[in-house]
């Protein structure tokens, strides 16, 4: 249902975007986000979108760096991160709410994307 890409190795500083395509008619229904998860670590909610777009939210650790964003139209959702950190390293998903919420946790998101991996070199 969700097909991310885009990951891949950076220098700190600077910037890429993420993608994630889904299949199906009603993506313009859906509650999106994206979450990473450091080696080590718990997945962490990274940001999300309202259904049409309007409406954003992320996290305390990349707001005013990443931006994300959905093209109804395409059935993609985007991520694009600027000013990378070497703390940004960590394998990224994104995941569907099938009733069109977007929120925080992970629990309640239907399907989930196989991960990309981003990785910030300092």
């Known amino acids: 249902q969700l097909q991310a890409s885009g990951g891949g190795s950076v220098q700190a500083g600077g910037s890429l975007r993420l993608s994630c395509a889904a299949s199906?008619?009603?993506?313009?229904?859906?509650?999106l986000a994206w979450f990473r998860q450091a080696p080590g670590k718990e997945r962490e909610f990274v940001a999300a979108?309202?259904?049409?777009?309007?409406?954003?939210n992320y996290a305390d650790s990349v707001k005013g760096r990443f931006t994300m964003s959905r093209d109804n139209a395409k059935n993609t959702v985007h991520l694009q991160m600027n000013s990378l950190k070497p703390e940004d390293t960590a394998v990224y998903y994104c995941?569907?709410?099938?009733?069109?919420?977007?929120?925080?946790?992970?629990?309640?998101?239907?399907?989930w994307g196989q991960g990309t991996q981003l990785t910030v070199s300092s």
């Open positions: 995941a569907a709410d099938l009733s069109g919420s977007y929120h925080r946790t992970e629990y309640g998101y239907d399907y």
């Open positions: 199906g008619r009603m993506f313009s229904s859906y509650g």
């Open positions: 979108i309202s259904r049409i777009g309007g409406t954003t």
